[in-house]
């Protein structure tokens, strides 16, 4: 079988998107089904097989995406979809259209994965507009294309349940993106500390993601003040980079907690992320909008306790028995909890234990290969 992958952001864009399309594609291959990629050309990122970068343009107010001019899109994929099984969409922007027109052209069956919310994120960039209107609209276009496709992949229940509500009809899977398990683990504690000037025994706290509105920081900061109240030798990495940085930085220093907030921009994922997972205590996540929430899959494979808030996708994850820490939605819960977890060794390690157990249930060849009978029942049905 030969799959035509189509999406507005890859690598070197680090994001959830990106991260799932790479771990879809290795392991598809492993599985026998060939996989071509196409996604915008950004600056000097080496050849990949089976990928095909376009030239694309910078998005205004948006220095880290790059737009495709939707006409090259479309001729691009119409090009070399011929001779493809199946087409799948993993953004809504210019590949949509690239793949409906593809699809349609060719007769293949076509199918999308609904990464993100975009309901609960225009309205963080069109702040001119207010959510009364880019909500609507964007439930409007989400319908409207879901509706277009044979199948839409969705990675938690809680999505599935948002796009029914949408009005969307089109069947929806439920199909988590899954993680390599074991690049995850082995990390050097010794190495990361050393590297970044943190003493041996003290606590971190580590979050791993796009520094941006949508991941609800302001609030995980609030609730890191609150956290040092009660232990004051907590320090909070933050470790990624976004447009938010700036506005977090002066957050810190005006409430006087600069010096325990630590920021290490991103990271090369084989290299450094280990060593980042291993140099910290437990994992602090606040965001509310997240489909699904892989970096708590990537925490807890490392055995790191999560403490985090239940919302949207990542309700599937942070079960019971989970090695989580769910807190009420409010900066004085959420720091409470942040302290608790970081004074209490033997819980650590308990947390940490259930994590890496837990975790197992989520690795990428189990998901995948559910991804590929799902490819197989749509080829054959259309």
């Known amino acids: 079988m030969r799959v035509l992958l189509l999406s507005d952001v890859y690598f070197p864009r680090i994001n959830g998107v990106s991260t799932a399309i790479q771990t879809y594609r290795r392991q598809l291959e492993e599985l026998g089904i060939e996989t071509l990629l196409v996604a915008p050309a950004y600056r ?9 970068r376009l030239p694309a343009r910078r998005v ?28 799948h969409i993993h953004t809504p922007f210019a590949a949509h259209g690239a793949g409906v027109a593809a699809a349609r052209r060719h007769g ?30 964007a439930r409007s276009l989400s319908r ?6 044979d199948g839409v992949i969705v990675p938690s229940a809680a999505m599935a349940e948002r796009l029914r509500s949408y009005g969307v009809r089109s069947p929806l899977h439920i199909l ?40 609800n920081l302001h609030f995980l900061l609030e609730a890191f003040r609150e956290a040092r109240s009660h232990c004051p030798g907590l320090l909070l990495i933050l470790a990624g980079e976004g447009p938010a940085e700036s506005e977090l930085r002066a957050l810190s220093d005006a409430w ?24 910290s205590d437990f ?28 919302e949207m996708g990542t309700l599937d994850i942070l079960q019971p028995g989970s090695g989580a820490v769910v807190p009420p939605p409010e900066p004085l819960a959420f720091g409470q909890a942040m302290a608790e977890t970081a004074l209490d060794g033997p819980r650590r390690q308990r947390m940490g ?8 249930g989520w690795s990428d060849r189990a998901l995948t290969a559910r991804l590929a009978e799902l490819y197989d029942r749509t080829v054959r049905r259309t």
């Not at 000097?44 to 095909?52: A, C, I, R, T």
């Not at 988590?176 to 500390?193: K, V």
């Not at 921009?265 to 140099?279: H, I, Q, Y």
């Open 283 to 310: 994992f602090a996540f606040a965001s509310r909008t997240e489909t699904q929430g892989l970096v708590l899959l990537e925490a807890m494979a490392a055995g790191l306790p999560v403490v985090a808030l239940g």
């Open 256 to 279: 006087g907690i600069r010096e325990s907030v630590l920021f290490i921009g991103n990271m090369d994922r084989v290299s450094e992320l280990p060593d980042c997972l291993a140099g």
């Open 176 to 215: 988590p993106t899954g993680i390599p398990i074991e690049r995850f683990s082995g990390g050097d504690r010794a190495r990361f500390r050393s590297r970044h000037g943190i003493p041996s025994d003290r606590p971190v706290a580590l979050f791993l993601g796009r520094i941006a509105r949508e991941k």
């Open 108 to 137: 293949l069956p076509l199918l999308s994965t609904y990464h993100t919310l975009f309901e609960e994120y225009f309205h963080l960039y069109a702040r001119f507009l207010p959510k009364g209107i880019t909500g609507p609209f």
């Open 44 to 52: 000097g990122e080496p050849l990949e097989p089976g990928v095909l």
């Open 144 to 149: 409207r294309q879901c509706n277009q496709m």
């Open 353 to 360: 234990e259930a994590s890496r157990t837990w975790v197992q």
């Open 60 to 87: 205004p107010f948006d220095p880290e995406d790059r737009l495709i001019p939707p006409s090259r899109f479309r001729q691009a994929a119409c090009e070399v979809a011929q001779g493809c099984d199946l087409i």
